[in-house]
T-cell receptor, first 118, second 112 residues
């Protein structure tokens, strides 16, 4: 039973380039969450998606960042025109449950993508 | 917004020692989660707490949900080298929500 998969594990981009981070949830999971972790800090929520729907993007920067979770294929976190401050570890989590009152403990995290912007 | 403060930020201990760390919040949480993160990996859930005063164990790990609902504690007994990592507390940003807020972590280093 494969866990949450993220690729690439490491990504190097120059300032101004685009970064695409992919997340394949666990089998049977239809909810995906993206978090960002800066060095020496905890994870910070970015966005919560279901298939073809963005449920909560309150943690996403207003510009340059977007996320999608299409009907088929992985969830994508896209960062346009990257800047050095975007360097961080980006984690995806997935869960099988939906709605208010469901257990937050059922979020399973992937290994992360470490983005380095030169 | 809700913030979680963990202390200590780092610990350097000898193998075999017991470890205690805590997490506090300015607002009430109804669920407390404790995660461990190893280098190059994502967080792994250790213990989940749901009721004020609850004490839950997972092997050598024990966590408690503070009575005020504004704090939680994690203890590790008889530490071993594989306990090395960063321990995070976390909880739902708002009650019933799926998105989590994390503390800044306690980094545990063990001298063999």
């Amino acid at each position: 039973n494969a866990g949450v998969m993220q690729n690439p594990r490491h990504l190097v981009r120059r300032r101004g380039q685009e970064a695409r981070l992919r997340c394949s949830p666990m089998k049977g999971h239809s909810h995906v969450y993206w978090y960002r972790q800066l060095p020496e800090e905890g994870l910070k929520f970015m966005v919560y998606l279901q298939k073809e729907n963005i449920i909560d993007e309150s943690g996403m920067p207003k510009e340059r960042f977007s996320a999608e979770f299409p009907k088929e294929g992985p969830s994508i976190l896209r960062i346009q025109q990257v800047v050095r401050g975007d360097s961080a570890a980006y984690f995806c989590a997935s869960s099988p449950l939906a709605g208010v009152g469901s257990g937050v403990e059922t979020q399973y995290f992937g290994p992360g993508t470490r983005l380095l912007v030169l | 917004g809700q913030q979680l403060n963990q202390s200590p930020q780092s610990m350097f201990i000898q193998e075999g020692e017991d470890v205690s760390m805590n997490c506090t919040s300015s607002s009430i949480f109804n669920t407390w989660l404790w995660y461990k993160q190893e280098p190059g990996e994502g967080p792994v859930l250790l213990i989940a707490l749901y009721k004020a005063g609850e004490l839950t164990s997972n092997g050598r790990l024990t966590a408690q949900f503070g009575i005020t609902r504004k704090d939680s504690f994690l203890n590790i007994s008889a530490s071993i080298p594989s306990d090395v990592g960063i321990y995070f507390c976390a909880g739902p940003i708002i009650q019933g929500a799926q998105k989590l807020v994390f503390g800044q972590g306690t980094r545990l280093t063990i001298n063999p």
